[in-house]
């Protein structure tokens, strides 16, 4: 067979498929379920365009670090064939364990189990059927390996897993803030120490990069929608995890019904590999499946959340940047529960109060750093003159609460003056 393919891309145009190998891998059904799983699960709800897919990114990401190897080979730092495969493999497979919608009901199904843990589970699996042909790439993907800028490469403040999620969520939800100068950036890359750096010319592309990344989560990923819109798919799963565990039949595939009747921690997942095998058969269309039958289905909950997020009949979500009063909320589940005629309990389905966090750039953890003409590395917020630059390394904090529309806003009356 034939294995030297190129994929046309709608962000990069061509990518060429660069080995046998990676070849092979791309064709693995771990690998080809990444098709049948939106990148950004919900954001659709808002930006129709934004059906894109997991495989898509990863091969979008795989075809940056192409780039990012050819670009650094260019300034003399030495990587071998094989390290440059491994680093292929590596962010080829970094997202092999997503599920369903990606990050939305990432411990809705598996309590506890993060998709860095699967991937590294599933990365496991194919070095045993490839015959430790993955062995370098896992070394790199858990930071295991000498040569730490490898691993940056992957997972890092810089990687080209962020690069492609930016420029491609900005391309398919049409919002225009996203778009980062990948390009450059690659270009000025270089190698200090084995620590990935960038030249001082590239400063302005990489404070480009993190005010892009910063306005893509209050913009799109954290849009109060979408996030209203996630907590009523996770909502619909409990429930319908509720009932399957008490007895009721429920409609779904059996990938599916593993998951509902099955209470499936980070302890037992890890130590009976059904679990991982029963994963490997979901995707987007299971849970989807689900939904259109349980829109039918004789319990009010169920049905109805199921109802209101295939017609987009979604709740309010209010964002700030104060927590809730606790009489305000109270307001609000006092109307839901006398509108819907509900018990205290069957409220949480209903309200649903979260804490978002969002830092553009995390200086603690892996500082971004400059190589300036001296060839001194210095922090990127000491090297730029964006004065805004050091708060985007502020978390900030903002506090969602979603509620049927149905009840309208509550405004709560003054307390009398004295």
């Known amino acids: 067979m034939n294995k030297k393919k190129i994929i046309n891309d709608p962000v990069y145009g061509f990518v060429s498929i660069p080995s046998g190998f990676i070849f092979d891998l791309i064709q693995h ?7 049948y799983i939106k990148q950004v699960s919900m954001t659709h709800m808002v930006y129709p365009g934004a059906l894109h897919t997991r495989f898509q990114h990863v091969i979008g990401a795989m075809h940056l670090m192409q780039l990012a190897i050819d670009t650094l080979r260019s300034k003399d730092v030495l990587i071998s064939e094989e390290e440059e495969e491994a680093v292929l493999v590596a962010i080829l497979l970094h997202d092999i ?29 194919l070095n045993e059927e490839f015959k430790g042909h993955l062995s370098l790439a896992i070394t790199i993907f858990n930071d295991n390996y000498s040569r730490r800028f490898l691993h940056q490469l992957v997972s890092g403040q810089l990687d080209t897993d962020r690069m492609d999620y930016l420029n491609r969520d900005s391309f398919f939800t049409g919002v225009s803030e996203g778009v980062i100068s990948f390009d450059r950036i690659i270009k000025m890359l270089t190698v ?78 890890i130590s009976d590999e059904i679990h991982l095998n029963w994963f490997t058969k979901l995707d987007d269309t299971d849970i989807l499946s689900a939904l259109k039958c349980w829109v039918d289905h004789d319990d009010f909950i169920l049905s109805t959340l199921c109802q209101k997020i295939l017609r ?8 700030r940047s104060n927590p809730f009063a606790e009489e305000e909320i109270e307001v609000y589940k006092n109307k839901t529960k006398a509108y819907f ?15 978002i966090h969002n ?39 903002k506090y969602a609460l979603t509620y ?14 004295d």
């Open 312 to 319: 987009r009949d979604l709740f309010r979500t209010e964002l």
């Open 341 to 355: 005629g509900l018990s205290e309990r069957e409220l949480e389905y209903f309200i649903y109060e979260q804490v």
């Open 192 to 269: 200090v120490n084995d620590e990935l750096v960038v030249e001082s010319k590239g400063i302005y592309s990489v404070e480009k990069f993190l005010i892009a990344r910063r306005l893509m989560y209050w913009q799109v990923y954290l849009h109060k929608t979408v996030i209203g819109a996630e907590q009523m798919l996770i909502k619909a799963l409990k429930r319908a995890k509720e009932i399957s565990n008490q007895g009721v039949e429920l409609f779904a595939t059996p990938a599916l019904q593993h998951f509902l009747k099955n209470r499936i921690n980070a302890t037992n997942f």
């Open 29 to 35: 059904p771990y690998f080809q379920r990444l098709r």
């Open 359 to 397: 830092s553009a750039y995390s200086a603690e953890k892996e500082p971004i750093r400059i190589v300036n003409n001296k060839g001194q590395l210095v922090d990127i917020a000491e090297a730029s003159d964006l004065s805004n630059l050091e708060a985007l390394s502020k978390k900030v904090v």
């Open 97 to 125: 364990g997503h599920g369903p919608f990606s990050h939305s009901l990432e411990h809705t199904l598996i309590e506890g189990v993060s998709h860095e843990v699967i991937s590294s589970m599933l990365m496991d699996r």
């Open 404 to 417: 049927p529309k149905e009840i309208g806003f509550v405004e709560l009356e003054e307390s009398p003056k």
